[in-house]
């Protein structure tokens, strides 16, 4: 019998014990345990605590949620009544104490929610009474250890959202008494365990988001408890396996982002009635949709996107009267979209884009009341644009971009549309004015309406639009006299992408309000445009700016000093315009670029000496009046991939340096007045497959280093004053005498091609040509 000194004694260790956790909690941000946690009141009236009835010890410690920062203290491991230990939601830290391992009664742990760290350690299999153990949502890494294979009346194992790595122990899955596995979020590799059990009793199997690889094994689809399986997010290879008549709870399947092959199995939704979700997207199934899929009448969630699928969508489909979500898209699925989807009045969103469909959409679609998301682009629909689709109030995206669709779009389309956020309608063959009434639509962060044939003027009103984050009109008929409508969106003060180039009706200047647009707008692509006047040097203050569009229109003057100070410019384009004057030396700032288009211009002087970007890729100055010599340290533009200076003036030596630009494809320097000879060096530039330097006053022989350039397939130095042999050697045996027009008694190999005769000629000795 236990006297009450012993009890006194017993329960004085429980408080020693939660004293020693006070001590250890550095941050106690709502005060309980300084206010409550007090030797002056009995241990069991202290907040969180619960103590047992008959021996007054402390079963229970809960502090959910308390925000409570530090550490656990071995003292832990005297409360050895406890049952239950729940810490979940606060911010404790460190490894875990071994003396928890005393805790030989505790049923419940969760420590969901913390920030502990180190490996799981294997003394948790000791605790042999545990039916639930939570440890998500931490840091701890190492491998899930083997000792938690003796856990013998483990219920919910959860260990998801920590940095876990190895393989899953093939003793977790004998547990027979194991209701629900969630092992998600870590770096799980190896396969899936093979058992012995069969484990009878598992609800739940969860392990998405790891690097499980191997083929899914056969009895999971055997496991008659299994309500829902996720292994999304893996490496699973293989097909799916077949379903047992025996899985009649099997309510939700997730297979999406792995490397599936194979059908679909025929007779697999035969065993599954009572479906409510299926995710098969993003891997490599074939083949055709078993028909028996649309007798699963509780479907919510069909996701088979982004395979190889095809076929028709049946009329069936028309059944799934409780479908809520439909992605089909990225398929190879053709066919009409059949009338009967108007019968899924729950869809809430249909993807089907970049398919084969074709016909209409369905007439009567605005009885989908429920629609958010309607994505039909880039499949072949035609015919117009139903109005009821522009009733659907709930309606938050349409995409119906990439089609052949035509006609009009309804005059009161923006009407019906308050949550509207995205318009997708470019590609297509629709014609008319754009309707004003669009501009009720007053949620809208992104419309596309380019590449169509929209007439009339651009709306001045379209800064009502105030959310509006991109804005596409690119590509049409549309006209502007004034661009008065660039004033009205300087109140979308969001505005990132601004298009609306290839309108050649559109013309005026481009007045200095433009640098008034919003201080988010990272790309201005108006080129193919009648904008003439001078490129206002206000475009300088918006400074996000990464991409300009300016070509194809009658830009003159100077290109503006301002556009040097744009730190995040990674494209400039000006080309085909009447620009004139220097390059200026302030593009030298612009550390970010990557491709500069000045070609076409009346730009005259030396290219600056500081250009030298170190991203730039593609430089093209062509067809303008620039001289002086190129730059000596050109070779510093590392990583340049094309570069044409061709049709200026300039004159001297080629710079060596020229050489030294290792990732260069293609390089012009052709019609300029450069001296000297092909530097033997270029034949180190073993990515090039384009080289002109035609027209120039090149001499000396054509290096025989060049034969090393392996990837060379346009080459032309005519018109200089080269002379002696023609390498024979690499590509060379490739071009046609065209390549080398104008040589001065050159030895040449009549291993040509001559086009104009079309004689092929092939090994024969070698002759003298002068021309």
């Excluded at 969630?182 to 199997?205: R, Y």
């Excluded at 074709?358 to 009885?367: A, E, F, K, S, W």
């Excluded at 044409?644 to 012009?668: C, K, M, W, Y």
């Excluded at 080289?691 to 001499?699: P, Y």
Aim: proline content about 5%; glycine content about 8%; aromatic content about 8%.
């Amino acid at each position: 019998m236990v006297t009450f000194s012993m009890k006194l004694t017993t329960l004085f260790t429980d408080q020693s014990a939660l004293i020693a956790l006070k001590d250890h909690v550095i941050h106690d941000p709502q005060n309980v345990l300084v206010t409550n946690w007090s030797v002056s009141t009995p241990v069991c009236n202290w907040f969180g605590v619960s103590c047992g009835s008959k021996h007054r010890r402390v079963t229970a410690l809960d502090l959910t949620g308390m925000g409570l920062v530090g550490t656990l203290p071995p003292h832990l491991g005297n409360l050895s009544f406890l049952f239950l230990l729940n810490l979940t939601n606060n911010s404790f830290h460190g490894i875990l104490p071994v003396q928890l391992s005393n805790l030989q009664r505790l049923k419940y742990l969760s420590l969901v929610n913390n920030s502990f760290s180190g490996e799981i350690p294997s003394w948790m299999g000791s605790l042999t009474e545990l039916r639930s153990l939570f440890l998500h949502q931490n840091n701890f890494k190492g491998v899930i250890p083997l000792s938690l294979g003796y856990l013998s009346k483990l219920e919910i194992l959860s260990l998801y959202e920590n940095q876990i790595s190895g393989s899953i122990p093939s003793s977790i899955f004998n547990i027979s008494s194991l209701q629900k596995i969630d092992v998600s979020k870590n770096m799980l590799s190896g396969s899936i365990p093979s058992v012995s059990g069969g484990l009878p009793k598992l609800e739940m199997l969860v392990l998405f988001e790891n690097q499980i690889s191997g083929s899914i094994p056969s009895y999971i689809f055997n496991i008659s408890s299994l309500q829902s399986i996720d292994l999304s997010d893996n490496m699973f290879s293989g097909s799916i396996p077949p379903v047992s008549r025996g899985s009649l709870s099997l309510y939700y399947i997730y297979l999406s982002a792995n490397n599936l092959t194979g059908h679909i199995p025929e007779d697999m939704f035969d065993h599954l009635p009572n479906l409510k979700q299926l995710d098969l997207s993003y891997n490599l199934l074939s083949g055709r949709i078993p028909a028996s899929l649309f007798k699963c009448k509780d479907l919510q969630i069909l996701a088979l996107s982004n395979n190889q699928l095809e076929g028709n969508l049946p009329v069936e489909i028309g059944n799934l009267t409780m479908l809520q979500i439909f992605y089909f898209g990225v398929n190879h699925f053709g066919g009409v979209i059949p009338e009967q989807i108007v019968n899924l009045t729950l869809l809430e969103r249909f993807q089907v884009s970049y398919n084969n469909f074709t016909g209409t959409i369905p007439r009567q679609i605005g009885n989908l009341n429920n629609l958010e998301s309607f994505n039909l682009g880039v499949n072949n629909v035609a015919g117009p644009i139903p109005p009821a689709l522009f009733n659907i109030s709930t309606l938050l995206g349409i995409s119906l971009a990439g089609n052949q669709l035509s006609g009009h779009l309804p005059s009161n389309m923006g009407l019906w549309l308050p949550n509207l956020e995205e318009l997708y309608l470019g590609g297509n063959h629709l014609v008319g004015p754009f309707p004003m009434s669009i501009f009720n639509a007053s949620q809208l962060t992104n419309l596309d309406v380019s590449n169509n044939y929209f007439s009339g003027t651009i709306p001045e009103n379209l800064g009502n639009l105030i959310n509006l984050k991109t804005l596409y009109l690119h590509d049409n008929n549309l006209t502007s006299s004034g661009m008065d409508f660039l004033l009205s969106l300087t109140n979308s003060r969001g505005l990132e992408v601004l298009s609306f180039g290839y309108n050649p009706l559109i013309s005026g200047r481009l007045l200095g309000s433009v640098g008034n647009l919003s201080s988010s707008l990272q790309k201005f692509l108006v080129s193919g445009c009648n904008i003439w006047g001078s490129v206002p040097s206000e475009i300088g203050n918006l400074s996000r700016l990464i991409n300009i569009e300016l070509d194809n229109n009658k830009l003159t003057g100077l290109i503006p000093a301002s556009i040097g100070g744009l730190e995040e410019l990674q494209s400039l384009s000006l080309s085909y315009n009447k620009l004139e004057g220097y390059i200026p030396s302030e593009l030298c700032n612009l550390n970010k670029l990557a491709f500069l288009f000045l070609t076409s211009n009346n730009l005259s002087g030396p290219i600056p000496s500081c250009l030298g970007l170190n991203y730039l890729l593609n430089l093209n100055l062509s067809s303008n009046s620039l001289s002086g010599s190129l730059p000596i340290d050109i070779g510093n533009l590392k990583v340049l991939t094309s570069m044409d200076l061709s049709n200026n003036q300039f004159s001297g030596e080629i710079p060596t340096g020229v050489a030294d630009l290792n990732d260069l494809t293609q390089l012009s320097l052709s019609n300029n007045r450069l001296t000297g000879s092909i530097p033997e060096s270029f034949g180190d530039m073993l990515s090039l497959e384009l080289l002109d330097l035609s027209r120039n006053n090149l001499s000396g022989e054509i290096p025989n280093s060049l034969e090393k350039l392996l990837y060379l397939t346009s080459f032309n130095v005519s018109f200089n004053r080269l002379h002696g042999e023609i390498p024979e050697g690499g590509s060379f045996g490739n071009f046609t005498i065209e390549s080398f027009r104008g040589m001065k008694h050159c030895v040449v190999h009549l291993n040509f091609i001559f086009q104009d005769a079309k004689l092929y000629i092939s090994r024969i000795p070698k002759q003298r040509l002068s021309s």
